[in-house]
């Protein structure tokens, strides 16, 4: 079955073959891992970076079904059985495996996404970083000039003059009596 079509040839775009990417994402996030198998949430990673996951053709109920269909028990696919799960669902999608397969060797090493939060600018920071704005216990964590007061600023120190904590008139008794 690994000679009639299972083997696809070098892509274009990146270098890899198929099964160089089957490693890849097989190995990824397992450090035990030796890449002669591929899980189901590895291989829903690897659908989703290729985008052969649209949520409309190909969801990951169709993969965790057809997947299932060809482990029976184990919860890793080889090689050779990964090929038979992309038949499966190829087949059952009406789509063309090599075009699937294609797809897969063309996204690229597992991790590398498009799909980054971009560095936050503007308005939202300023006014996140403002410290004129925190109110309550949150405005003593600052001087004047908004720099940190440092361990001062979070921990209540004991002062032990006998007065609470925000008193006005601090030392004026022995004035008055």
């Not at 696809?8 to 270098?15: T, V």
């Not at 990951?60 to 184990?74: A, E, H, N, R």
């Not at 308005?123 to 970083?129: A, D």
């Amino acid at each position: 079955m690994a000679a009639s079509g299972s083997e696809s040839p070098k892509s274009g775009e990146e270098g890899a073959s198929f099964e160089e990417m089957f490693k890849a994402f097989a190995k990824f996030g397992d450090t035990k891992n030796t890449g002669d198998s591929i899980t189901l949430f590895n291989s829903d990673k690897w659908f989703k970076q290729s985008k052969v996951i649209d949520g409309k053709k190909i969801t990951t109920t169709d993969t965790g079904i057809y997947f299932k269909q060809i482990s029976k028990v184990k919860k890793a696919l080889n090689l050779n059985e990964y090929n038979q799960f992309l038949e499966n669902i190829a087949k059952n999608k009406k789509m063309d495996v090599t075009e699937i397969k294609q797809k897969l060797s063309s996204c690229g090493p597992p991790g590398t996404s498009s799909k980054t939060t971009p560095k936050g600018s503007g308005s939202v920071v300023s006014r996140l970083t403002d410290h004129t704005k925190y109110t309550g216990s949150h405005k003593s964590r600052f001087d004047d000039t908004g720099k940190g007061k440092g361990k001062g600023g979070r921990e209540d120190l004991v002062d032990g003059s006998g007065y609470v904590q925000g008193y006005k008139h601090e030392g004026s008794y022995d004035k008055s009596h």
